[in-house]
C-alpha cells in the first residue's frame, strides 16, 4: 500500500501485481543457480488467466498508460510490465487493478515490481516472449554512468535468448546521444550469427553477437494520432517538441 504518486489516495496492487518470495508467484532463486542460469526460470504465462495466450514484457512501464492502452486493444495478449521504482509500480497496478473491478478488462496485464535486467537473465526462460517493449528509457548521460544503461551487448543477449524466433525487441527513445550509443550496439547485434570458434559442435561454437535483424519503429496499435507509442515520457516530451528516435530488433 503507498499513498504517494495516489495523491493521497490509497494505491493497491492486489490481483495485478505478481508477488515475490516464498509462496508467491515468482520464488527466491535456488542455490547453484550462478552455474545453472536455467535453475530460476519460471513458468510467466502461468501468471496469466490464459497462460496459452502470447506474452509481451514492458520493461520501465513508468506509470502503466502503454500497458492500459494496448491491454484493452489486445485482450488475446499477455503483457507483464516490470518496473522498479515501487511508486511508479503501485501506481500502475493500481490503475490496472480499478480498470478491471469497473470494466472487467485487463485482466491479461500484469506488473512486476523488480529490476528488469535481473529479471531477463535469471527468471525469464529461452523463446517465451513474443514482444520486448523497451520506450524512453532512463539515458544516464554521464559517461561514468553508462554502464547502467538498460541497452548494453548482455541485455541484447538476454533479449535474443527470451524472444521466440520472430519476436521482436520495440525501442523508442527521444534521446539523441543515447540513441547513437544504442545504433552502435545494435549494429553488433544485427549481423548474422557468428560463433566465437570455428569448429561446430565444439563448447566454444556459440552465439556471440548477431541474431537480429533491424527494421524502421512503426507506431503502436494504441497509440493516438501523431503518436508513436503514447507513453507518458512521450506526451512530455511531444510538447517539449523533442525528436523521437525508434527501431524494431526482429529475432531471426
Ligand atoms: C524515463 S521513464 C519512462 C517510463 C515509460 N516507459 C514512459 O515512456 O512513460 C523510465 C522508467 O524505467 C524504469 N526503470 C529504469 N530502469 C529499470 C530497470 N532496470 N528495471 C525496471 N524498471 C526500470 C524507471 O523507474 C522509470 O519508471
Redesign the pocket.
Known amino acids: 500500500m503507498s499513498f504517494g504518486l495516489g495523491r493521497g489516495r490509497e494505491l493497491d496492487d492486489s490481483g495485478v501485481g505478481v508477488r515475490i518470495g516464498p509462496g508467491g508467484d515468482l520464488p527466491p532463486l535456488p542455490d547453484g543457480v550462478a552455474g545453472d542460469p536455467r535453475a530460476g526460470h519460471v513458468d510467466l504465462r502461468a501468471w496469466f488467466p490464459h497462460p496459452e495466450h502470447p506474452l509481451e514484457i514492458e ?4 506509470k502503466g ?1 502503454f500497458l492500459v492502452q494496448q491491454g484493452a486493444l489486445r485482450p488475446e495478449t499477455n503483457y507483464l510490465g ?4 515501487r511508486e ?1 509500480y503501485l501506481y500502475a497496478a493500481d490503475r490496472i487493478r480499478r480498470r478491471v473491478e469497473a470494466a472487467g478488462d485487463l485482466t491479461n496485464v500484469r506488473m512486476l515490481n523488480t ?3 535481473e529479471f531477463l537473465c535469471w527468471r525469464v526462460p529461452d523463446a517465451c516472449a513474443r514482444v520486448i517493449h523497451l ?4 539515458p544516464w548521460p554521464k559517461t561514468r554512468h553508462h554502464k547502467r544503461r ?1 541497452v548494453r551487448d548482455e541485455f541484447l543477449r538476454q533479449c535474443r535468448r527470451v524472444l521466440e524466433p520472430g519476436g521482436e525487441l520495440r525501442i523508442v527513445t527521444d534521446h539523441a546521444e543515447y540513441w547513437a550509443w544504442m545504433e552502435e550496439h545494435f549494429a553488433r547485434w544485427c549481423l548474422p550469427l557468428v560463433a566465437r570458434h570455428s569448429v561446430p559442435g565444439s563448447e566454444e561454437h556459440r552465439p556471440t553477437t548477431g541474431g537480429f535483424v533491424r527494421l524502421p519503429f512503426d507506431r503502436a496499435e494504441s497509440a493516438g494520432q501523431d503518436e508513436v507509442v503514447g ?4 506526451r512530455k516530451y511531444k510538447r517539449e517538441g523533442r525528436p523521437f528516435y525508434g527501431a524494431i530488433l526482429k529475432r531471426i
Do not use: K, P
Open positions: 520493461i520501465g512501464s513508468g498508460t516490470i518496473e522498479y521504482a511508479f529490476d528488469a535486467f520506450y524512453f528509457a532512463d538498460m507513453t507518458n515520457f512521450e
